[in-house]
């Protein structure tokens, strides 16, 4: 486990800026630590034999502004307890601010009840880092917009969206994409991607689910046109491949051309590497809001760092300055290319 500390102070704030990356994916949190130009700096943590999980940093974080960095990975829970346990330790040890990076929101799909004596856990989960201590979240490509309300407090949503349509349309032909919705729900994302692609086409799935059996989908039939053309298929994150897949092979038998897949979150439980690499797209693209596992690595997988975002935004941030506008900037690059 490491801190990261600032070498150099910012401008005229009177205090450094620490960084706690937890082991969700501490890579990543190297990864922007470099584009922030800060050093590693060490931190205790370790797991009893009955599980319980300790934290402690080695060095001072009074009146610092720290943002703690946490992808909840495999195992997940446990990547929650320990995200609780360091904001505790941060807020005793008289941090000024504690702002909580989540490349990945976890519980991010229980976001409201579909039915009777439900747990809203997206809700409690945002209850759970208020109550320990944090001052504020910052998160990528939320499920739903909803959740940013969850919290009570400041919440930056970061959008992965023009990192990855702005790699979409370097490669493909932008004047033959057709973006397309895994399902009907996220047709408002494929308008944003469409949007962002210079005005593409939209189509979506329609599909069905058993709410009695999780990961389980039926993909019934493409809404839009599709024949002739590349398609986009884009979501916010894949688990086991099952939604993504299914509709990749709707879109060729519509008469789909080529397929290529984009999604934020690779999830990737099994056996999501199989069902990509055979569902016929020539091309995977997704983030590293998560670590990947070698054996969950496939031929036609690509991976953008999403960490020069993370690190723009941290030092808005810390700054005082505005994280919406390195998304005004984005699409003011987009629309001059």
């Given at each position: 486990?490491?801190?990261?500390?600032?070498?150099?102070?910012?401008?005229?704030?009177?205090?450094?800026?620490?960084?706690?990356?937890?082991?969700?994916?501490?890579?990543?949190?190297?990864?922007?630590?470099?584009?922030?130009?800060?050093?590693?700096?060490?931190?205790?943590?370790?797991?009893?034999?009955?599980?319980?999980?300790?934290?402690?940093?080695?060095?001072?974080?009074?009146?610092?502004?720290?943002?703690?960095?946490?992808?909840?990975?495999?195992?997940?829970?446990?990547?929650?307890?320990?995200?609780?346990?360091?904001?505790?330790?941060?807020?005793?040890?008289s941090?000024?601010?504690?702002?909580?990076?989540?490349?990945?929101?976890?519980?991010?799909?229980?976001?409201?009840?579909?039915?009777?004596?439900?747990?809203?856990?997206?809700?409690?989960?945002?209850?759970?880092?208020?109550?320990?201590?944090?001052?504020?979240?910052?998160?990528?490509?939320?499920?739903?917009?909803?959740?940013?309300?969850?919290?009570?407090?400041?919440?930056?949503?970061?959008?992965?969206?023009?990192?990855?349509?702005?790699?979409?349309?370097?490669?493909?032909?932008?004047?033959?994409?057709?973006?397309?919705?895994?399902?009907?729900?996220?047709?408002?994302?494929?308008?944003k991607?469409?949007?962002?692609?210079?005005?593409?086409?939209?189509?979506?799935?329609?599909?069905?689910?058993?709410?009695n059996?999780?990961n389980?989908?039926?993909?019934n039939?493409?809404?839009?046109?599709?024949?002739?053309?590349?398609?986009?298929l884009?979501?916010?994150?894949?688990?086991?491949?099952?939604?993504i897949?299914?509709?990749?092979?709707?879109?060729?038998?519509?008469?789909?051309?080529?397929?290529?897949?984009?999604?934020?979150?690779?999830?990737?439980?099994?056996?999501?590497?199989?069902?990509?690499?055979?569902?016929?797209?020539?091309?995977?693209?997704?983030?590293?809001?998560?670590?990947?596992?070698?054996?969950?690595?496939?031929?036609?997988?690509?991976?953008?760092?999403?960490?020069?975002?993370?690190?723009?935004?941290?030092?808005?941030?810390?700054?005082?300055?505005?994280?919406?506008?390195?998304?005004?900037?984005?699409?003011?690059?987009?629309?001059?290319?």
């Amino acid at each position: 486990m490491s801190f990261l500390r600032v070498v150099i102070e910012w401008f005229t704030k009177a205090h450094f800026p620490t960084g706690a990356p937890g082991r969700g994916y501490p890579d990543l949190a190297d990864e922007v630590a470099k584009h922030l130009d800060v050093q590693v700096t060490p931190q205790t943590t370790y797991d009893f034999a009955n599980g319980e999980i300790f934290v402690r940093s080695q060095e001072s974080v009074r009146g610092s502004d720290v943002f703690l960095i946490q992808s909840c990975a495999e195992p997940l829970n446990k990547m929650i307890m320990e995200t609780l346990l360091m904001i505790d330790g941060l807020k005793r040890a008289s941090a000024k601010r504690i702002t909580v990076v989540l490349p990945y929101y976890p519980y991010s799909r229980q976001d409201k009840k579909h039915r009777g004596r439900e747990p809203i856990s997206a809700r409690l989960v945002a209850d759970l880092f208020k109550t320990a201590g944090a001052h504020r979240l910052m998160a990528v490509d939320l499920h739903t917009d909803q959740i940013q309300g969850f919290f009570d407090g400041p919440v930056d949503h970061l959008l992965a969206q023009p990192l990855l349509a702005d790699y979409v349309a370097a490669k493909y032909d932008v004047a033959d994409l057709v973006v397309v919705s895994p399902d009907s729900g996220r047709v408002r994302t494929a308008e944003k991607w469409a949007q962002r692609l210079g005005g593409s086409p939209v189509a979506f799935i329609h599909k069905t689910r058993d709410p009695n059996r999780p990961n389980q989908v039926v993909a019934n039939r493409v809404v839009g046109e599709v024949a002739g053309h590349t398609c986009v298929l884009v979501d916010d994150m894949i688990d086991t491949g099952g939604t993504i897949s299914k509709a990749a092979t709707r879109l060729f038998e519509a008469g789909a051309q080529d397929v290529v897949i984009a999604a934020t979150h690779a999830v990737l439980s099994p056996p999501a590497a199989e069902r990509l690499s055979e569902c016929g797209a020539s091309e995977v693209v997704l983030t590293n809001t998560l670590p990947i596992a070698l054996e969950r690595t496939f031929a036609t997988l690509t991976v953008l760092s999403i960490a020069p975002l993370l690190a723009r935004a941290i030092h808005e941030v810390f700054e005082d300055g505005s994280v919406t506008s390195l998304f005004e900037e984005m699409s003011s690059a987009s629309h001059e290319t």
